[in-house]
């Protein structure tokens, strides 16, 4: 059965603060994984990675996918209160996919 | 990506009744999904919503329970049939314009059941 796993559950931290979540996963044929942040109900995507050690970055924010040791991070440095979100990390292994549980951050001025 | 415009936003149901939630993608798309999330967990796929053909369901949930129906590349309705309280969720459907494109999704709909 695939499995992905995000850690930490949940995460607080100041304004400014640099965070990295992580997403580790066992699945039988991936394709690509996935990140997507989900402030009320609609997850909004963030990156897709499909090939080990290639960092996709967007603003503050930056994501590295390791297929040899089966994980991937998101980073946010100098965060902000808006960046306070559940982030969830999910894995396409045949034009499904599996999430994690999320990582819940908040972000305190 | 494009855009799903999903509805109801939200809507408050009596136990027994049925509601249907409907998604309307803005442009053509491959594949269609619906996932349900219950209060503080992660996203669930309920099926996949096949064009002219019946949807794949995941292990846990059936067709009369979880009716779809996709009668174009467009559109798709989930229902949720004779609801209980255990049913109180958010429903999301899903889109990918192709197999090697991300998922977008719709705004979600947050169904409560009293």
């Known amino acids: 059965e695939d499995k992905v796993v995000q850690s930490p559950l949940s995460l607080v931290v100041h304004e400014g603060d640099t965070v990295t979540l992580n997403c580790s996963y066992e699945?039988?044929?991936?394709?690509?994984l996935l990140w997507y942040k989900q402030e009320k109900k609609a997850p909004t995507f963030l990156f897709m990675l499909?090939?080990?050690?290639i960092e996709k970055k967007s603003g503050r924010l930056s994501s590295i996918l390791d297929k040899k040791e089966l994980f991937s991070i998101l980073n946010i440095t100098a965060t902000q209160t808006g960046d306070s979100a559940v982030y969830l990390c999910?894995?396409?292994?045949?034009?499904?996919?599996?999430f994690g549980g999320g990582t819940r951050l908040m972000v305190k001025p | 990506s494009a855009v799903i415009s999903q509805k109801p936003s939200r809507d408050i149901c009596q136990r027994g009744t049925s509601l249907t939630i409907q998604c309307q993608v803005d442009?053509?798309?491959?594949?269609m999904f619906w996932y349900r999330q219950q209060p503080g967990q992660s996203l669930t796929l309920i099926a996949t919503?096949?064009?002219?053909?019946?949807?794949?369901?995941e292990s846990g949930f059936v067709i009369d329970k979880f009716p779809i129906s996709r009668p174009n590349l467009t559109f798709s309705t989930l229902t949720v049939s004779n609801m209980s309280p255990e049913d109180s969720s958010i429903y999301l459907c899903?889109?990918?314009?192709?197999?090697?494109?991300?998922?977008?999704f719709g705004q979600g709909t947050r169904l409560t059941v009293v």
């Open positions: 699945v039988t044929n991936f394709r690509s």
């Open positions: 919503a096949n064009q002219g053909s019946e949807a794949t369901y």
């Open positions: 999910a894995v396409d292994a045949g034009n499904m996919l599996t």
């Open positions: 499909t090939s080990s050690g």
């Open positions: 442009s053509q798309v491959t594949m």
């Open positions: 899903s889109a990918n314009r192709n197999m090697n494109t991300e998922a977008f």
